[in-house]
């Protein structure tokens, strides 16, 4: 995905900075991996570049938003199973975020990242 998004990104009038090339990639990881893991599995990814940013939107079977903030207090340092971080991270990182329920079940987030 990063050479894609070097290359797309080139063709449209540059490259994307180390910064914003590093934070679309984790952004993606951890959209997808929260899909396999709580969502029911993948059922959608798109990636649409312009000259300044980036959207990714992932889809998955399940209709459970995510939760808005992550762990606080002492079990955000131990006592979880996983980390808790992703959802807080992306929407640190993201220009928009968005989220729909189609009609015929499950969810998409659309994320909005610069690429510069």
């Known amino acids: 995905m990063a ?12 490259v994307p900075s180390p910064v914003a090339l590093g934070d679309a990639l984790l952004v993606t990881s951890e959209l ?7 969502g029911g599995g993948l059922t959608g990814f798109d990636v649409e570049l312009d000259p300044t940013e980036v959207k990714i939107s992932v889809a998955d079977a399940s ?4 939760h808005r903030s992550g762990p606080s207090g002492p079990e955000r340092v131990v006592g979880l199973p996983e980390g808790g971080f992703g959802w807080p ?3 640190l990182l993201a220009l928009e975020v968005r989220l729909s329920l189609p009609s015929a079940g499950g969810k998409t987030i ?3 990242l610069p690429l510069r």
Do not use: F
Not at 3 to 14: E, F, I, R, Y
Not at 32 to 38: E, G, I, M, P, S
């Open 32 to 38: 997808v991996t929260n899909a396999l893991r709580h």
């Open 110 to 112: 659309e994320v909005r």
């Open 89 to 91: 991270m992306i929407r």
């Open 63 to 66: 209709d459970e938003l995510p």
């Open 3 to 14: 050479k894609a998004l070097t290359v797309g990104a080139s063709g449209q009038g540059g």
